[in-house]
Structure formats: structure tokens, C-alpha cells
């Protein structure tokens, strides 16, 4: 899971949630809880209302940014949202801790995470790692994922030093903390490493035996899977999307507008990096996926029980 994006939201989610909405009288209120602060990840959403897909869906769709990754699935839980975005990583944790949440829309259908190091260290493949220092930030899940990575290629984990350094990944790497750091995205922290002139040698996980996840999924509550404004959303979610990979920069000029503290060269590259990582149908399931998962998920007993898919991801319409 990815919770070590970046830096904390400035805006309070909690205020958003309860303050007085200004909807639309004849569009039916969708409240959205973001995993994190406005970004250019949640692009094909702020496409979808700029070209007024929401609207004509009869939708007025609140996206409220989260100040804490943690808070949205259990907002969520807790019937504050109608929608909530999260990480298949994390889905398996939240349905093993009992919460009534369901995948039901994925907005990136392709896994962004990397596990960075720097071709100053001394590091071009894999294996250099060995005796090294790798820095993480979520205990459990990414000690497996390094794990999983290195016996791979014939390094056991005792081999490594792993080193929490609570979500300072770049400033970890760069000032030498750390010879590697897991939990960067390929479409940012390693955008930014390259950009400060640093040359980052990044390592896709799936390359090295971890199963491809979607990495930015929509949770529904379970009591909410048969919501007449759910398939409404995802139709208009796809518009959105569709939208946004044919005119990337002018939805980025709207975006800048909306949000002129993104108006900065890295935030700028992000979003022209996401477009390929958008799912191009939100609906779409891919089972053999959301399975497999869930079997390396159990296998490395991160969580308790396999249970069946439809207690983690359903298809809507």
C-alpha cells in the first residue's frame, strides 16, 4: 500500500464533510472522499467535472481530499461518503478487519509503486542491494514486498538492513540514510528524484514476484452496492477519463486553475506521466487479479482468511 505519499493535506476532511453542501436542487448529491490531498492522480475525476459528465449523470459530486490516508475507507464505514478512494494493497486489510467496504471502480489500473535507489550508491541491479540499507515507511506490508523482491533473485531478507524512515523517502534516499527506499511512484517521487538531478535506478516490483495490483481503487460501502447514483458516477468516471487521455493539457489548465498550489514543475510532469495508468473503463473487474492478491496477501499472512472475491471487488452494471 502506498500511504507514504507526499506530504499531509493542509484542508480538514472532516470540516468538508460536515459543513452545509451548496447542491444543485435537481442533481442527486455523490460526496467522494480522495485518499489524500488534490493531486494529478485523481485526474480523470476533476476531467469528469470540468466537461460536466457529473452533471449530466444528474450527479453533484462533492470530492472532499483526506488529511490522513487512514480516514477515507473508514469514513466510509461509517456512512459519511458514498464513495472513498483506496489501494487494492490495502482492500485486503480493511475487509480482514471487518470493514462493510467493497472495491466497486479502480481510477489507476496499474501498480505505480517502486523501490528506488540512486546510481551514486553504487547500485544497478537488484542484487547490488545486498548488505544495504533499505528504508520503508508502513511496517508489515512493504517488509514483505522487500522481501518478496530480493528472494527473488537469491537474497534473503536478513541480508538487508531495513530501516523505517516515516514516509521521508526522498530526503532519506538523498541524504544517504538509506541506500534504497520503498513506497516511491514511479509517476512522482521518481519524477522528482530526476528532476533535482539525482539518477534514480528504479525496480518495479512486479518484475521481482509481486502480483500487479490496481493502485488507486473507488470503495463503496456494502450497504450502498445497489445505489442507482454508483453506476451514474462510474459512466460518468469514464467519460472523464476518456476525456482527459485525449486533451491532457487543457483539463490540466482547469486543474492548475482550481488548484494553483500544483502550478510547480513536478506536480506539472505527474500529471503528464498518469495518463497511460488510468483505467479506461472504472467498472471493469479483473478477477484473476483481485485473486491473486489475495492468495500472496494470505500466503505472507498478512491477513487472516482468503475469502471469496465478491467480498473484496464487485462489477457494477
Known amino acids: 500500500m502506498n500511504l507514504n505519499r507526499r506530504r499531509f493535506a493542509t484542508t480538514t476532511a472532516a470540516a468538508a464533510l460536515c459543513a452545509p453542501a451548496l447542491a444543485h436542487t435537481s ?10 490531498f488534490v493531486n494529478p492522480d485523481h485526474a480523470p475525476l476533476f476531467a469528469a467535472k470540468y466537461i460536466g459528465a457529473f452533471d449530466r449523470a444528474g450527479l453533484d459530486v462533492d470530492l472532499v481530499p483526506a488529511t490522513d490516508p487512514d480516514l477515507p475507507p473508514r469514513l466510509l464505514a461509517a456512512g ?24 466497486t471502480g479502480t481510477l489507476i489500473d496499474k501498480p505505480l509503486s517502486t523501490l528506488t535507489a540512486l546510481k551514486a550508491g553504487g547500485i544497478a541491479k537488484l542484487t547490488d542491494l545486498k548488505g544495504r540499507k533499505i528504508g520503508y515507511s508502513v511496517a508489515g506490508v512493504e517488509e514483505v514486498l522487500i522481501a518478496t523482491m530480493l528472494e527473488s533473485v537469491g537474497i534473503p531478507l536478513s541480508a538487508v538492513t531495513l530501516v ?8 532519506s534516499l538523498m541524504s544517504h540514510e538509506v541506500d534504497a527506499v520503498i513506497g516511491t511512484y514511479r509517476t512522482y517521487e521518481d519524477i522528482q528524484l530526476a528532476q533535482s538531478g539525482a539518477e534514480p535506478v528504479i525496480f518495479l516490483p512486479e518484475h521481482y514476484g509481486v502480483p500487479p495490483s490496481d493502485e488507486l481503487i473507488i470503495l463503496s460501502n456494502t450497504a450502498g452496492l445497489s445505489d442507482p447514483a454508483l453506476p451514474k458516477f462510474l459512466n460518468a468516471l469514464r467519460e472523464g477519463a476518456a476525456y482527459l487521455v485525449k486533451n491532457p493539457q487543457p483539463m490540466l489548465q ?4 482550481e488548484n494553483p498550489k500544483l502550478n510547480d514543475p513536478l506536480d506539472i510532469a505527474s500529471w503528464n506521466a498518469l495518463p497511460g495508468y488510468f483505467a479506461t473503463d472504472p467498472a ?9 492478491y489475495r492468495d500472496f496477501m494470505r500466503r505472507e499472512k498478512l491477513i487472516k482468511t482468503a475469502k471469496p472475491l465478491s467480498d473484496y471487488a464487485v462489477q457494477i452494471g
Do not use: C
Not at 164 to 171: D, K, Y
Open 27 to 36: 442533481l442527486t448529491k455523490f460526496t467522494v472522499i480522495l485518499d489524500w
Open 80 to 103: 459519511k461518503a458514498d464513495a472513498a478512494l483506496s489501494y487494492q494493497t490495502e482492500l485486503y486489510l480493511l475487509v480482514d478487519a471487518g470493514l462493510p467496504v467493497r472495491r
Open 164 to 171: 523505517n524512515v516515516n514516509f521521508n523517502l526522498v530526503t
Open 254 to 257: 482547469k486543474f492548475l486553475m
Open 284 to 292: 471493469a473487474l479483473n478477477k484473476a487479479r483481485y485473486l491473486a
